[in-house]
């Protein structure tokens, strides 16, 4: 079974043949695990074989990123979102905020004329290569965005937000939409001009160790309609919607549910969330990733961790509609070993046994084909051999297709080879909006903004 075959049988809660496999590792991590033996030319994603690979664009209004100062502990640089962040030099760590952009309305709209789309927000070289790679070696490709409140936090403090969440909802409700619409026509742009997903994730934090950073109801006043739009695109495109949202989110979850989201990510934990309870509330309307304890992963002993994966699976997997993932990511404190026997545990726990017998039991339930000949002759006429558009793509033949490298990770996963060059897209396929305020930028199923 591929990655995009499991992964889709999860998220339409069948059951697959395994708990499919994916996790976030920080980079001082990787560092870490390349010293105590991970292999130098291969990264956790390769070796561990996490199974979904993510794509997006440049979603920042591009200002120049310039370094401001940089020691042996810190580097302080500019933003493409034209703010100013302190970060340790091997990224271990969330980045400190010293300045933002917005302080005021007006500031909003000098940056909302450069939230336009263009292709020039795309890599076409080798971002189009790797997914087209993604795709052929049966990984879940899907769409990433950062949107909401997340997308805010680039932009303004935290404080200001929320109390304008409170004060002026109509004003974070516009800085929200535009974010979206531009994530929609941005994605509806590489999907016509050759990149390919199976679903979309994005990035929107909305919670914290306690509950929500803010109330059901201010959700309904400026994330509602966006968040419906953002999920509508991608069903209508046959895709899945998956969020990621830190903290303590479940007070949100029937609003989510209502607004189109298929899976919820990452679960976190320390901030009281529970796979168990979730799944057992909701796990015939939403599928989970995530919900093992990462703080667990690093004691000394085996034990805990493993009881965490054997309870959490055996409760989380039930008719499908899991992903492994831990409850946030990797940090550093996790030796190379102990994140070894994770993955073993996760092997050994996420097995389906009963997966075969449903197999068969699917397709003896499934209704005969019918015959050409019986096609042939509904209605008195001959069904049209061609159903596919003129202008529509054509498959590449198997032969073409490039071969994979032999390349082994932890799952005996055959890494594939980047595709030959990929032609940038014609120019004139490019997406116009008029620029300044009173731009109408066009979205792909017909609304205006």
């Not at 991970?38 to 070796?47: A, F, I, L």
């Amino acid at each position: 079974m591929t990655s995009k075959e499991r992964i889709l049988r999860v998220l339409n809660h069948k059951i697959p043949d395994r708990v499919p496999v994916h996790d976030s590792v920080w980079s001082a991590t990787a560092g870490r695990w390349h010293r105590e033996g991970m292999p130098q030319d291969m990264s956790p994603e390769e070796y561990f074989g996490y199974e979904i690979r993510n794509f997006g664009c440049d979603q920042t209004p591009r200002f120049p990123v310039k370094e401001v100062e940089k020691n042996e502990e810190f580097i302080i640089t500019t933003t493409p979102f034209g703010g100013t962040r302190k970060n340790h030099r091997d990224y271990s760590t969330t980045p400190e905020i010293i300045d933002w952009p917005i302080k005021t309305k007006e500031d909003w709209k000098e940056i909302k004329k450069r939230l336009l789309p263009d292709m020039s927000r795309v890599d076409w070289a080798s971002g189009l290569q790797a997914n087209m790679s993604a795709n052929h070696a049966g990984k879940f490709t899907c769409y990433s965005c950062v949107t909401g409140y997340d997308a805010l936090q680039n932009y303004m403090k935290s404080e200001q937000i929320l109390i304008s969440m409170a004060e002026d909802p109509g004003w974070i409700k516009d800085m929200i939409m535009t974010i979206t619409e531009l994530s929609i026509v941005m994605a509806d742009l590489m999907i016509k001009n050759g990149y390919k997903f199976d679903g979309m994730f994005t990035y929107n934090d909305m919670g914290y160790r306690n509950g929500l950073l803010f109330s059901p109801d201010t959700y309904r006043k400026t994330h509602y309609e966006a968040d419906r739009l953002l999920y509508e695109y991608f069903h209508s495109k046959g895709m899945k919607n998956i969020l990621h949202s830190c903290g303590n989110v479940t007070e949100l979850i029937p609003l989510l549910i209502e607004v189109g989201l298929d899976c919820l990510q990452p679960i976190e934990v320390k901030a009281g969330m529970d796979i168990i309870s979730l799944k057992e509330n909701y796990g015939d309307r939403l599928s989970f990733m995530g919900g093992i304890d990462v703080r667990l992963m690093a004691e000394a002993g085996p034990e805990a961790i493993e009881e965490e994966i054997r309870i959490k699976f055996e409760a989380a997997k039930k008719n499908g509609g899991y992903i492994y993932h831990s409850d946030h990511s990797i940090p550093k404190n996790v030796s190379f070993s102990q994140y070894c026997r994770v993955i073993e545990l996760v092997k050994k726990y996420g097995q389906y046994p009963e997966f075969e017998e449903t197999m068969k039991n699917e397709a003896v339930s499934e209704p005969p084909a019918e015959s050409r000949e019986a096609r042939k002759g509904k209605a008195g006429r001959k069904r049209k051999e061609e159903t596919t558009a003129p202008d529509a793509p054509k498959e590449t033949p198997a032969e073409e297709n490039p071969k994979p490298v032999k390349k082994s990770g932890l799952f005996g996963r055959k890494q594939g080879e980047k595709d030959a060059s990929v032609k940038k897209p014609e120019p004139e396929k490019e997406v116009k909006a008029e620029s300044g305020e009173g731009r109408k930028m066009r979205l792909p199923f017909g609304r205006k903004k």
